[in-house]
T-cell receptor, first 114, second 110 residues
Framework: QVRLVQSGAEVKRPGSSMKVSCKAP????????LNWVRQAPGQGLEWLGG????????NYAQTFRGRITITTDESLASAYLQLSELTSADTAVYYC???????WGQGTTIIVSS | QSVLTQPPSASGAPGQTVTISCSGG????????VSWFQQFPGAAPKLIIY???QRPSGVLDRFSGSKSGTSASLAISGLQSGDEADYYC???????????FGTGTRVSVL
C-alpha cells in the first residue's frame, strides 16, 4: 500500500487561486500516473485531470482547461493541483489518486466563500 | 456532469446479491476498461474492481465485475451491513480524453 498525504483544509475567496499538495514515498510519481478527483458536498466524483510520467503527458478535463495546472516535484516527492478563478462551485473535497486510482490521499476540503 | 449512468440506489436483504449497472457509450465503457469504487461517508473512495473484473489484493471475492458492450455491472453477493456505501464506476473516455465517473449508487441493506 502506498500512502498519499495531502495538505490541509483551506478557505478561499471567490476569484482567488488554490494549490493542494499530495506527498508520497519518493519515486512514486516517476512510475505511477497521478490523478486529481473532487467531490462537491452531497455530490458524486468528478475527474479534474491527471499526469502520466512515463510518457510525460498531462491531461485536463475540458471543464477546467484554462484554469487548472497539475505538476509534480520529484525532489519533494510531491504533486500539486492548482485551480484559479475560484467560485463557490469549486467548494469540494479534492483527492489525489495514483496508480490507476489504486492509492488515494485522505482528501483536502476547499471552501470558497466571501 | 457524469456521462456514465448508474441507478441512484440499490438494496437487498442480508445474504442476498445486489447488482449495480453502469451505462456508458462507445467512447468510454465500450472501448476502455471499467473500474469500480466503494466510498463510505467522510472517507476517500477505495478501488474494488479494475480492468472490468479484476479485484485488487485484499478485496473480497463477494465483489465481482463484468462488462458487455457499453454497459458494466458490479455484483455484491452475500450482502452485509458493512457493504452499505456509495459505489461508483469509472472509465477512460476517448472523446473527452480523460476519465469519467458514474453518477453513483447508494447501496443499503434492508
Amino acid at each position: 500500500q502506498v500512502r498519499l498525504v495531502q495538505s490541509g483544509a483551506e478557505v478561499k475567496r471567490p476569484g482567488s487561486s488554490m494549490k493542494v499538495s499530495c506527498k508520497a514515498p519518493g519515486g512514486i510519481f516517476k512510475i505511477y500516473d497521478l490523478n486529481w478527483v473532487r467531490q462537491a458536498p452531497g455530490q458524486g466524483l468528478e475527474w479534474l485531470g491527471g499526469t502520466i510520467p512515463l510518457v510525460s503527458t498531462t491531461n485536463y478535463a475540458q471543464t477546467f482547461r484554462g484554469r487548472i495546472t497539475i505538476t509534480t516535484d520529484e525532489s519533494l516527492a510531491s504533486a500539486y493541483l492548482q485551480l484559479s478563478e475560484l467560485t463557490s462551485a469549486d467548494t469540494a473535497v479534492y483527492y489525489c489518486a495514483a496508480a490507476a486510482f489504486d492509492f488515494w490521499g485522505q482528501g483536502t476540503t476547499i471552501i470558497v466563500s466571501s | 456532469q457524469s456521462v456514465l449512468t448508474q441507478p441512484p440506489s440499490a438494496s437487498g436483504a442480508p445474504g442476498q446479491t445486489v447488482t449495480i449497472s453502469c451505462s456508458g457509450g462507445t467512447s468510454n465503457v465500450g472501448s476502455n476498461f471499467v473500474s469500480w469504487f466503494q466510498q463510505f461517508p467522510g472517507a476517500a473512495p477505495k478501488l474494488i474492481i479494475y480492468r472490468n473484473d479484476q479485484r485488487p489484493s485484499g478485496v473480497l471475492d463477494r465483489f465481482s465485475g463484468s462488462k458487455s458492450g457499453t454497459s458494466a455491472s458490479l455484483a455484491i453477493s452475500g450482502l452485509q451491513s458493512g457493504d452499505e456505501a456509495d459505489y461508483y464506476c469509472a472509465s477512460l473516455d476517448d472523446s473527452l480524453r480523460g476519465f469519467v465517473f458514474g453518477t453513483g449508487t447508494r447501496v443499503s441493506v434492508l
